[in-house]
């Protein structure tokens, strides 16, 4: 067997992995990393990118179809018949794609990356066997990072299929489905349900708990229930699905009293949440320890084996690209020899729902939960002149500041297009801002960012606009 050493071995060249891979290399690390499928990982090949591409094609469609339908009369806007070739969509999204995939693989060996397509298994802390096309190579490491990121979770007597898809699947349809039943009613199964309406499915969203979005309080996830039911997206909340009869198409589901029902769904899209991805690496050979399915790590990242670290969604919530990326970066820093430790003070999350959820920092909840003292302004785009022109008033920005400093402890935004806002949220939080440093900031008019300006205003108690 062929026999390699390095200084730095990253399996999985997902976000996190690549991130960390192309900063230890810029660094001068001696760098090899290990990447079973295409590089980019889930983000890159079966999630961030596409499902956003996915969602804006449905988005032109809509927007198009809805002309049609005479909803642009108003702005003296009217088109013919729209129709969409969605195999013709998914080729322009894998195009995407490829760039993307391509893109990093440049970048990794422009920093002197070595890349190893392969399964890399461990044989201990310090060797890898990474068993590729060309046969197994073994590597000696001084460091290795664990960037193997996650997996969907199937239902119980509902394995993945054709017609039983996780999102991947659902990313790779080439027809748009007639009916789809859309079971788990968090951030994926909503922006694909959502999608996939927009495009023409009969959607249902079936939630086993009271609500969806429920990781967000009711106020944010309320202008998107109110646009789900307007798309004609059917929510059946304590609702679970018991099976799938591929045959006739039929989901089986359970309501809280118990009382069975069918729904007609031609797929079902399963989207009950991801597990970290622990198995098929060699966990135990390695004596690490894991709470609650992830592994455990430090605020260095560093798992409880001397010289190995973990990053990204192997390592839990939130499972995010860009807290990968940022944990990647902050590890090969560490490595190089430079004073590193985790001390981000947010990390914003984006539901690229209609309209969009944006939120960084603490909520209401959470500042409650953590026993501060705190106030909260809310500016409702109905007030902005921006959202008037883009004919989307729904929504709004909320800050929650501290009472008496008026540090802005978190903000919240929900509104189309909201993600934009995502970068001015976080540099808030990040430098420690009060509502006065919004608030005598100069926001370019017309914009939906003057919301942010507005709700600061109102914290100081200066409110202008409403
Ligand atoms: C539909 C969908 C939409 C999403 N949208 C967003 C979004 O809008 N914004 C956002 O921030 N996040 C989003 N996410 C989450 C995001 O994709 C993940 O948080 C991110 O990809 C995690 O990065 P990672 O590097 O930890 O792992 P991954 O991206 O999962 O990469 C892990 C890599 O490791 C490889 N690997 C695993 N085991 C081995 C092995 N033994 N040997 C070699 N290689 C191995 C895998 O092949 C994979 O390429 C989305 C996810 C999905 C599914």
Redesign the pocket.
């Known amino acids: 067997m062929e026999s390699t050493r390095t200084q730095l071995l990253i ?7 690549y991130v960390c891979a192309i900063r230890a290399g810029q660094l001068g690390i001696k760098t090899i990393i ?5 590089p ?9 990118i ?3 591409a996915v969602i804006h094609a449905a988005d032109e469609f809509y927007k198009m179809v809805s002309a049609g339908q005479g909803a642009s009369d108003s702005m003296g806007i009217s088109t013919g018949t729209t129709t969409i070739d969605f195999g013709k969509t998914i080729g322009w999204k894998n195009g995407i794609v490829d760039r993307l995939n391509s893109g990093v693989s440049g970048l990794l060996a422009k920093a002197n990356v070595q890349v190893l397509q ?4 461990f044989r201990d802390g310090k060797t890898v066997i ?1 068993d590729g096309r060309e046969g197994e190579v073994q590597v000696h490491c001084e460091n290795v990072v664990i ?4 997996e ?1 979770v199937d239902i119980p007597g509902m394995p993945f299929s054709d017609h039983v898809m996780s ?2 699947g659902a ?1 790779t349809l080439t027809e748009v489905p007639k009916s789809l039943a859309v079971i788990g009613g968090g951030y ?1 199964g909503l ?2 349900g959502t999608a996939f309406a927009k495009l023409g499915s009969q959607v249902t969203i079936v939630e086993s708990e009271d609500r969806v979005l429920s990781q967000y309080d009711e106020q944010l996830s309320t202008p998107v229930v109110k646009r789900l039911k307007h798309l004609g997206i059917t929510l059946l909340t304590q609702t679970r699905a018991s099976g799938y009869e591929a045959d006739d198409a039929m989901l089986s589901l359970i309501g809280s009293d118990n009382a069975t029902s069918d729904i007609q769904a031609d797929r079902v899209l399963v989207t009950v949440g ?1 597990r970290a ?1 622990l198995s ?2 060699g966990l135990e050979e390695l004596s690490l320890t894991t709470e609650n399915g992830f592994l455990s790590i430090n605020e260095n990242c560093q798992t409880s084996m001397l010289g190995v670290y973990a ?4 390592t839990g919530e939130p ?6 990326m940022a944990q ?1 970066d902050m590890v090969a820093r560490l490595l190089a020899g430079q004073s590193q430790s985790w001390d981000r003070q947010c990390i914003p ?2 539901c ?1 729902t209609d309209p969009e959820i944006v939120t960084a920092g603490m909520s209401p909840d959470d500042a409650r939960l953590a026993g501060e003292a705190f106030d909260v302004t809310n500016f409702p785009f109905m007030a902005n002149g921006r959202a008037m022109t883009l004919e989307r008033e729904d929504g709004f920005i909320r800050v929650v500041t501290q009472k008496h400093t008026n540090v802005i402890l978190g903000i919240q935004a929900v509104g189309a297009g909201v993600s934009e806002l995502s970068a001015a949220f976080s540099l808030a939080i990040e430098m420690g801002a009060c509502a006065e440093d919004l608030a005598a900031t100069v926001h370019a008019h017309p914009t939906m960012s003057e919301g942010l300006q507005e709700a600061c205003l109102m914290a100081t108690g200066y409110g202008l606009h409403l």
């Open positions: 399996i999985g060249a997902g976000p996190g992995g290990v990447e079973a499928e295409k980019g990982g889930t983000c890159l090949n079966v999630g961030c596409p499902s956003k392969g399964v890399a298994k990474v960037a193997t990121g996650s969907p999102s991947t990313l994926i922006e694909l991801r991805r098929g690496w990053i990204g969604d192997v499972m995010l690209a860009h807290r990968a990647g999350a984006v690229f």
